[in-house]
């Protein structure tokens, strides 16, 4: 049985009456990025220009080098306020998200799921998802709910049910981060989910583990959109996305599909220097 705590499909939108924004919605790229400039907050330009449409449904992955400006990109996309977009849009089903706050953001559906996620002591896993998913979805969950919700999708991660009265990241050994952040993921039911090297440090058990976790979120919401930023090829075997991109120097210097990644893999990112300027 299907367990759907936060929004409406869009089905289920449309029989509540097709309102202009519905169509507004549907007519628009799911996550569309113009022109995208982000600087530190000390002026330093990091992404230099970065177009790119993630469609309803897609997976996209955006591969470069060490500090080619990947996770400048995702924090400045989720709203972070160490960095500033100075120039370009997003649009996130048509609405341009740059001047949202963080947690407007969030409530939207952009979600991130970070590269080193902190560690929040005193708070529980439980009760850090039951006010992130309240927050999400506008409405009260009750505890039980959010049990029933996090016990499925435990057991569909393989993580023990007692990890949700642990604190949120303390002492959590790589893995269980990972994974946490993809349970994080399925009870929120992000429109796009930003995945910063969700797959480093995982054995190849874990690795598949965190594959199998971000297809089920898409077999349950199958019009969320994924940008997942990796270094491996691995994870990409598991997830077949539908574009990759190669970063370079804050631009993406060229798009294509998996045979992208096997040029990564056999002669590294060197291979697309001095392409497309
Ligand atoms: P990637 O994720 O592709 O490895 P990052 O986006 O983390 O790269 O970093 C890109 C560049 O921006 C690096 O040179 C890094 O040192 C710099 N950078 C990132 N965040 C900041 C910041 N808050 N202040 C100053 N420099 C930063
Ligand atoms: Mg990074």
Same mark, same amino acid.
Request: hydrophobic letters at 40%; one cysteine or more.
């Given at each position: 049985?299907?367990? %759907?705590?936060?929004?409406?499909?869009?089905?289920?939108?449309?029989?509540?009456?097709?309102?202009?924004?519905?169509?507004?919605?549907?007519?628009?790229?799911?996550?569309?990025?113009?022109?995208?400039?982000?600087?530190?907050?000390?002026?330093?330009?990091?992404? /230099?220009? =970065?177009?790119?449409?993630?469609?309803?449904?897609?997976?996209?992955?955006?591969?470069?080098?060490? #500090?080619?400006? @990947?996770?400048?990109?995702?924090?400045?996309?989720? $709203?972070?306020?160490?960095?500033?977009?100075?120039?370009?849009?997003? /649009?996130?089903?048509?609405?341009?998200? =740059?001047?949202?706050?963080?947690?407007? &953001?969030? /409530?939207?559906? =952009? +979600?991130?799921?970070?590269?080193?996620?902190?560690?929040?002591?005193?708070? !529980?896993?439980?009760?850090?998802?039951?006010?992130?998913?309240?927050?999400?979805? $506008? @409405?009260?969950? !009750?505890?039980?709910?959010?049990?029933?919700?996090?016990?499925?999708?435990?057991?569909?991660?393989?993580?023990?049910?007692? +990890?949700?009265?642990?604190?949120?990241?303390?002492? *959590?050994?790589? $893995?269980? @981060? @990972?994974?946490?952040?993809?349970?994080?993921?399925?009870?929120?039911?992000?429109?796009?989910?930003?995945?910063?090297?969700?797959?480093?440090?995982?054995?190849?058990?874990?690795?598949?583990?965190?594959?199998? $976790?971000?297809?089920?979120?898409?077999?349950?919401?199958?019009?969320?959109?994924?940008?997942?930023?990796? %270094?491996?090829? &691995?994870?990409?075997? %598991?997830?077949?996305?539908?574009?990759?991109?190669?970063?370079?120097?804050?631009?993406?210097?060229?798009?294509?599909?998996?045979?992208?990644?096997?040029?990564?893999?056999?002669? #590294? *990112?060197?291979?697309?220097?001095?392409?497309?300027?």
């Amino acid at each position: 049985m299907t367990r %759907h705590i936060c929004g409406d499909t869009h089905d289920e939108a449309i029989e509540n009456g097709a309102t202009a924004h519905t169509i507004q919605i549907m007519a628009a790229p799911l996550f569309e990025l113009t022109d995208v400039h982000v600087a530190t907050t000390d002026g330093t330009e990091i992404v /230099k220009g =970065v177009d790119l449409v993630v469609n309803v449904g897609e997976v996209h992955a955006l591969m470069g080098p060490n #500090g080619c400006g @990947k996770s400048t990109l995702a924090s400045a996309l989720a $709203g972070n306020p160490d960095y500033e977009i100075t120039q370009g849009s997003v /649009k996130l089903h048509g609405d341009d998200i =740059v001047d949202w706050d963080p947690d407007v &953001r969030a /409530k939207a559906g =952009v +979600f991130l799921a970070f590269q080193y996620p902190q560690a929040i002591p005193g708070v !529980s896993v439980r009760n850090f998802l039951q006010q992130a998913v309240q927050a999400r979805t $506008g @409405k009260d969950v !009750s505890t039980i709910e959010i049990y029933m919700a996090l016990s499925e999708w435990m057991d569909t991660l393989n993580m023990d049910t007692a +990890f949700m009265d642990r604190f949120l990241n303390e002492g *959590f050994s790589g $893995g269980e @981060k @990972k994974r946490n952040e993809i349970l994080q993921m399925a009870l929120l039911e992000p429109e796009i989910a930003l995945l910063d090297e969700t797959d480093s440090g995982l054995d190849i058990d874990a690795l598949r583990v965190v594959a199998d $976790g971000v297809q089920a979120v898409r077999g349950r919401k199958p019009d969320m959109g994924v940008l997942t930023i990796t %270094h491996y090829q &691995r994870l990409l075997d %598991h997830l077949q996305p539908d574009h990759v991109h190669i970063m370079s120097d804050g631009r993406i210097v060229t798009s294509g599909g998996m045979e992208l990644v096997e040029t990564v893999e056999s002669e #590294g *990112f060197d291979a697309f220097a001095g392409v497309g300027g």
